[in-house]
């Protein structure tokens, strides 16, 4: 089945440490997304990524980085600079430029 | 001011009721007006995309934009317990920019 695979589900990560969130897709989309959700404030667009060796700023980069060296994969690293990690991440990519599709998000608590 | 407006709820009804969800946005550029179901813990899923002003059905499920007000709508008929969830609107921006609105819960009541 074709989709959007976050990995781990859930992670913790203590303070001062850099953490990669994995998004894997096998849809043969070009564009893929990281967005962070907290209670009350929606998603919130942190990078974005039109082709390969691609990516752009979103409105929340600070803290964060990405790479993409494959089409399949848009990884998200949450370094030390970002001050309050704890949310729900969401890593989506799109089929032509309408439909995003999501995978099931990665919880990320500091502890 | 944010790109997207969207009432936070919760919205609590009873089963079979008409679900009326709303959002408004701030840019008459932005092309295509989506709307995504999330359940807790989960990632969106696409309900319903449209690019024009007026209706689209599907189902239980009718959107609705006003371009003029700038506003979007998710009715929902004959609403089911299954449809407890949280409902995002979202605007597409230069084809390759999403804005989430910050989701409305609803609960349907058996």
């Known amino acids: 089945d074709g989709g959007i695979t976050q990995s781990p589900k859930y992670l913790f990560r203590k303070e001062g440490q850099n953490v990669t969130l994995s998004c894997e897709q096998n849809?043969?989309?070009?564009?893929m997304y990281w967005y962070r959700q907290d209670p009350g404030q929606g998603l919130r667009l942190i990078y974005y990524?039109?082709?390969?060796?691609?990516?752009q700023k979103g409105d929340i980069a600070e803290g964060y980085s990405v790479s993409r060296e494959k089409k399949e994969s848009f990884p998200l690293t949450v370094t030390s600079a970002q001050k309050n990690p704890t949310a729900f991440y969401l890593c989506a990519s799109t089929r032509g430029s309408t439909e995003a599709f999501f995978g099931q998000g990665t919880r990320l608590t500091v502890v | 001011q944010k790109e997207v407006e969207q009432d936070p709820g919760p919205l609590s009804v009873p089963e079979g009721a008409i679900v009326s969800l709303n959002c408004t946005y701030s840019n008459s550029a932005f092309q295509y007006f989506m709307w995504y179901r999330q359940y807790s813990r989960k990632g969106p899923e696409l309900l319903m995309y449209t690019y024009s002003s007026g209706n689209k059905e599907d189902g239980r499920f009718t959107a609705q934009v006003d371009k003029s007000s700038k506003y979007i709508s998710l009715f929902i008929r004959d609403s089911q317990p299954s449809d407890s969830a949280t409902y995002l609107c979202a605007v597409l921006y230069n084809f390759n920019k999403f804005y989430f609105g910050s989701g409305t819960k609803l609960n349907v009541k058996p």
């Open positions: 849809l043969n989309h070009d564009a």
């Open positions: 990524s039109q082709i390969v060796n691609d990516f």
